[in-house]
């Protein structure tokens, strides 16, 4: 009877395996072929007091650029991504600031990652040596970011870098903020971490072509960031500031919304509205209700 019993064991661990793989491949297959009908989208996730932002290029690249504190993240990847789906193109650390990468180290458990992106750097602090630790077991390669570079996600979408233009990994981890702008035919969201006002106005003398119809505010809208001739640069329709609900920094800051609201912008929060989602066919932005 246990030799009968361990043979029809055996067999069962083999059926199992095979109907695992098929379905694996079942999955992928099913993944790759749904039609985006050429929409880009881009969600500002609601994690609290930090930033993480999904995005989707209409051929099905996914990219995460930070990963918000605590685990929010895990909490907020079933409502962006399908449960069948584990395996995200790029993650972007913008600066090692635990509010920016903290949700990555949960995330890198249940997600496959093809590509680490971030702007050089660093932080002593024992959570953030966790992340790196988990990203090394994990052998994900790194790609540390600088000015002029583009990164095609398909379709037509590209990040475009925009800072830094040198070796940051002397300075703040705000000041050295990847800043990056969202391209998708005439469609522009500026994506800056939590630079500062110092690098805003450096980006404004140098002349960089900051034009977006999307704005997500440095540094949750703490005054800063923001300045007033970086937003007329950007000249955005929509400010998005990601920051907690009753956050004790007391962001956004009155300066900011004073900034924003001088220059007749409209300021969409996830503190206040949770989850905010865009779409775009690459000509215009449609904000999701």
Known sequence: MRSAFSHI????????????VIVSLILRFVVFREDRKGIMTVAFLDIGQGDSIFIESPTGVQVIVDGGPAKNLMKEIPHVLPFYDRHIDMIVVTNPDKDHYEGFIGFLKKYSVDVILEPGTTNPSETYTT??????????PKVIARKGELVDLGGGVYLEIIFPDRDVSGLTANDGSLVMKLVYGETRVMLQGDSTAKIEEYLVSKGEDLDADILKTGH?????????????AVSPEWAVISAGFGNSYGHPHKETLDTLNKEKIKILGTYDLGRIIFKSDGKQFVLKK
């Open 220 to 232: 949750h809208g703490s005054k800063t960031s923001t300045t007033g001739t970086y937003v007329e």
């Open 9 to 20: 064991k055996a067999h069962f661990k083999w059926y199992s395996l095979i109907f695992l």
């Open 131 to 140: 992340l790196e630790n988990e990203i090394k077991d994990l052998h994900i």
